[in-house]
């Protein structure tokens, strides 16, 4: 693990103090259209000081909030070392008790991240693509193959994908085959019928939240891997992760790719770590605004 320079904001704490442990996966070796992700920990770490320590709607100080940054993983070695370095960390980091957020990198990242969750989890990923296929030009660790690991870890019952609007014909037949539960983009209208449809699909399970940030319209977020058009607006899926913030297990934010956008994506990757943030250690809310 390499220490940065400067950590995410306001993420202070030690490890041992720390509720959160955050921590960067510059890997991007498969992205086949656009590539540039393993610049993303850094991106969304800058990212990350545009912002107020203090979350008014969730009255929540993120600079009173123990959060520890624990650097980037080493990409040098290759994919092999870097994916157990990932899972080794990801399963100490749940061993002691804390919440991991794991910067990627591309996708493929979160396979070893889900891994080392333990059985019972639910992985909710939100994605334009349904990353279903079982290898991808020659790798099983492809990007294209994120949600198909995810289920041999958890179980294909035992996860749910949302926003999706592109896959092979193979892979959609496949995963109807394998009852893959998925929701289409244009399903997913407001707020209360998707926390409806997740909440009917995890009950109160513990939930692995992994974030592609192509699920999001590329008007929101265009620097990414493979744009995808028609997807979630942001209002949506802050409200997904206010949502499912008192349960989740672990979180991972992937796909940035810095190069390719004027840093609206990289903003919108670290405020969404701080929104979860805010909203699990949210206090009781304000007394009501008078009209
Ligand atoms: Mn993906
Ligand atoms: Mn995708």
New binding site residues.
């Given amino acids: 693990m390499k220490p940065r320079n400067r950590v995410f904001a306001d993420a202070n704490a030690d490890f041992d103090s720390a509720r959160y442990v955050l921590y960067g996966a510059p890997w991007d070796s498969t992205q086949c259209f656009r590539s540039g992700s393993r610049r993303a920990p850094e991106a969304m770490r800058e990212a990350s000081y545009n912002y107020e320590t203090w979350l008014d709607a969730y009255r929540v100080d993120l600079a009173e909030v123990p959060v520890c940054d624990l650097g980037d993983l080493s990409p040098e070695e290759g994919e092999e070392p870097l994916f157990s370095d990932l899972q080794s960390t990801q399963q100490e980091i749940v061993g002691a008790g804390k919440i991991p957020i794991l910067l990627g990198g591309e996708?493929s990242v979160s396979g070893p991240a889900a891994r080392a969750m333990p059985k019972g989890v639910h992985a909710v990923v939100l994605?334009?693509?349904l990353?279903f296929r079982r290898d991808y030009q020659g790798t099983p660790n492809s990007h294209a193959c994120t949600v198909r690991r995810i289920t041999e870890h958890l179980g294909v019952e035992r996860a749910t994908v949302v926003g999706v609007r592109s896959g092979a014909r193979e892979e959609y037949e496949d995963a109807r085959r394998q009852r893959l539960a998925f929701l289409p983009a244009e399903e997913c209208r407001d707020a209360e019928g998707l926390r409806r449809a997740l909440d009917a699909r995890t009950g109160d399970s513990p939930v692995y939240l992994s974030i592609?940030m192509?699920v999001f319209d590329p008007a929101y977020a265009p620097g990414v891997g493979?744009p995808e058009p028609f997807g979630l607006a942001p209002g949506l899926v802050r409200a997904l992760v206010v949502h499912l913030a008192p349960r989740l297990a672990g979180l991972d934010i992937t796909?940035v790719t810095p190069d390719h956008d004027q840093g609206v994506t990289a903003l919108l990757g670290a405020k969404l770590v701080r929104e979860f943030l805010g909203a699990r250690e949210s206090l009781p809310p304000a007394p009501p605004r008078k009209r």
């Fill in positions: 996708h994605d334009a693509h990353d592609d192509d493979n796909e």
